[in-house]
């Protein structure tokens, strides 16, 4: 019996037999509407038959069975489009209500399962979204880590200051591990103690002021860390020595700090840190620490190295002249020989006249060339046993041993007059180049190589105020 109903029932139908049922249902109208014409006009004068109103009943019943059919099949369709359209704006997590099995139910099915995919896509785009935005975050800090190792290593390269390139490092890598302050302590030449050399962030000027003693507690827990970082926030506890000297003399609730060896000995102590309490450093910060260490040591190393190698240089780069430390001993050892055999011993101090303003006018090979010309000229107006130098980008030196002032300021004269011709033959002004002399000898002007480097300037001083393009040897003068 219920196998029966389910064959007489539509819902199990298709969509396209029930479109035909409810055709064929509707076709019945026109039927129906000849034969009431008939029955009314037509059979009245042949006699009433019962039979024929009773069929046109039945018909007028089945045609609008078959109008509600073809109503419920085209109600359900615009249903599904109305729900298509609310997905298709945005909607995804609309669903679509499916009543029947037939073709509008397969299309509801259909799109409810490609909804479905839809919005498990878009999860998975999200998802994606945000991993990608870790990788970039993470790219552009690698980036920013590279460009500030990068112009860490050219300062190294080209020999800048120690406390310029200490001063970039150790503010590069509070900005990279996201802290309000950062510490270098530092151990200079023949000292033993940790004091702060740099110090960067707001408010950080009261760390200068804080040494690490050799006897304190705290550089014992420094020498053992054997180059690992120490670490005190919420999810590391370190110490108590190293605890109580962040908390008290740091003032700081959270640290993350790290030795700089150098030859295998402790020589800063490179740290960051703030004052937020809720708050932890990553082993990322731990490494980028560590990076910024090891540039630390090597700036420290070439430091020492170019140090070292300028007190063995004798000569300078650009002249061949000897260089200002040169000079200034060799004088020393000349008062000491002069004052020993009681003879004379002159200094003199050559100046190029409004050098800065010919460097300006005709850019730095011009000068540069203007200053080995000049060397050349000086080298060529003094003898064997004398000695010539640069001892400033645009100051020469003159020792000459056996010789008192007057000789002295013969060759300065003879300096000055060499370097005028030799620029004479410029119309333009700008390029006729002159210079200006200052002259000292011991005893008279001293009986130290800095009393008579200070006499010489002086006198040189007044030679440019003077005029310039002259020669000074007495104040008077």
Do not use: W
């Amino acid at each position: 019996m219920a196998k029966n109903r389910g064959l007489l029932s539509l819902s199990s139908r298709g969509l396209k037999h029930k479109l035909m049922i409810s055709a064929a249902l509707m076709s019945v109208l026109p039927l129906l509407v000849s034969s009431y014409i008939v029955s009314t006009y037509v059979l009245p004068r042949i006699g009433l038959k019962i039979d024929i109103l009773l069929a046109l009943f039945i018909s007028i019943v089945i045609a609008a069975i078959g109008f509600f059919v073809t109503k419920e099949v085209f109600d359900r369709v615009l249903t599904v489009t109305s729900d298509a359209k609310l997905i298709a704006d945005g909607d995804l997590s609309h669903r679509l209500s499916i009543e029947s099995d037939d073709e509008v139910g397969d299309l509801g099915d259909a799109l409810n399962k490609l909804t479905q995919r839809i919005r498990s896509n878009m999860d998975e785009l999200k998802t994606y979204g945000e991993r990608t935005a870790e990788i970039n975050l993470g790219i552009q800090k690698k980036v920013i880590v590279l460009s500030s190792l990068l112009q860490i290593s050219s300062q190294i390269s080209q020999s800048e200051n120690l406390d310029d390139i200490l001063k970039i490092a150790v503010e590069k890598a509070r900005l990279l591990a996201n802290s309000d302050l950062a510490y270098l302590f530092f151990r200079d030449e023949h000292q033993e103690a940790l004091s702060v050399r740099v110090a960067e962030g707001s408010d950080s000027e009261y760390l200068m002021d804080i040494k690490i003693d050799p006897a304190e507690d705290v550089m014992l827990e420094i020498s053992k860390s054997s180059n690992k970082a120490m670490v005190l926030d919420k999810e590391n506890a370190s110490t108590e020595a190293f605890s109580v000297f962040v908390r008290e003399k740091l003032n700081l609730k959270n640290t993350l700090a790290l030795p700089v060896y150098l030859r295998k000995r402790v020589i800063a102590l490179l740290g960051v840190g703030n004052t937020r309490e809720d708050f932890s450093y990553s082993k990322e910060d731990a490494e980028l620490l560590d990076i910024f260490s090891k540039q630390i040591a090597i700036a420290v190393e070439n430091d020492i190295l170019t140090r070292n190698v300028r007190r063995l240089e004798v000569k300078d780069s650009l002249t061949g002249l000897y260089n200002e430390a040169f000079m200034r001993n060799r004088l020393s050892e000349e008062i000491k020989r002069a004052i020993a055999y009681r003879r004379p011993c002159s200094f003199i101090v050559v100046d190029i006249d409004n050098f800065k303003k010919y460097n300006h006018s005709f850019g730095s090979l011009q000068a540069e060339s203007a200053i080995k010309r000049i060397a050349s000229l000086i080298r060529e107006s003094v003898t064997e046993i004398d000695r010539v130098g640069r001892i400033g980008d645009d100051e020469f030196a003159v020792i000459l041993p056996e010789k008192n002032k007057r000789e002295a300021q013969e060759v300065a004269e003879n300096i000055r007059g060499k370097v005028e011709f030799s620029y004479s033959e410029y119309v333009d002004p700008i390029r006729k180049i002159t210079v200006s002399a200052g002259v000292s000898e011991n005893p008279l002007d001293g009986i130290t190589s800095e009393e008579l480097v200070g006499k010489a300037r002086e006198l040189l001083e007044i030679a440019k105020n003077g005029g310039r393009n002259r020669v000074i040897i007495f104040k008077d003068r």
